[in-house]
Structure formats: structure tokens, C-alpha cells
């Protein structure tokens, strides 16, 4: 079974940075995707960043220029560097293994 632990989150201000760290235990192997994926109140759960083998990401279109994922298959990490951040950003942030497993997600607020 695969475990996935997101860390990271908390308030930050409007232009702020804010780096999530997702640990993941288990059968986890490189040749299978990671993701994240957020989810505001009263909205549908958003895929925002992959990462594949060979160094492949792909970014939704809101995001796109201000964050960046990063995954170390070494470590069984990914985490997502989230910088110019918006109050729209604001949501529940989940990683993802294989689109399959999900972690308990991570709140992150952004607010002045």
C-alpha cells in the first residue's frame, strides 16, 4: 500500500512564497506520475502540476510561471514551490501518486 504525507501549509500574504513537501511511503516507483491537485470551498478539486519520469511537467494554466513541482524519487518526495501567490491560490492542496492515492491534504490560506 502507498502512504502520502503533505506538509507545508499555513497563511501567507498576497506576492508571498510558500513551499509544500509531500513524503510518500510505500511501493512507489519513478516510472508512474505525481501530482498535485487542490480543492477551494464550494468548488471542484483542481489538478494544478505533474511530474513524470524523464523530468516531464506540466502546469494548469492558473499557475503556470509562479509554481514549480519538483520530485525527488530518491527520497520518495515531491513538493511544489508556490511563489506570487494569489488569494485565489487559497484552497486545500493534495498530493497524488499514480492518480491513484492521495494524501490527507494541506491547508493553504493567502490573505493579507
Known amino acids: 500500500q502507498v502512504h502520502l504525507v503533505e506538509s507545508g501549509g499555513g497563511l501567507v500574504q498576497p506576492g508571498g512564497s510558500l513551499r509544500l513537501s509531500c513524503a510518500a511511503s510505500?511501493?512507489?516507483?519513478?516510472?508512474?506520475?505525481m501530482a498535485w491537485y487542490r480543492q477551494a470551498p464550494g468548488k471542484q478539486r483542481e489538478l494544478v502540476a505533474t511530474?513524470?519520469?524523464?523530468?516531464?511537467?506540466n502546469y494548469a494554466d492558473s499557475v503556470k510561471g509562479r509554481f514549480t513541482i519538483s520530485r525527488d524519487n530518491a527520497k520518495n518526495t515531491v513538493s511544489l514551490q508556490m511563489n506570487s501567490m494569489k488569494p485565489e491560490d487559497t484552497a486545500v492542496y493534495y498530493c497524488?501518486?499514480?492518480?491513484?492515492?492521495w494524501g490527507q491534504g494541506t491547508q493553504v490560506t493567502v490573505s493579507s
Open positions: 511530474a513524470t519520469s524523464g523530468g516531464i511537467t
Open positions: 497524488c501518486y499514480e492518480f491513484r492515492y
Open positions: 510505500g511501493s512507489i516507483s519513478a516510472i508512474y506520475p
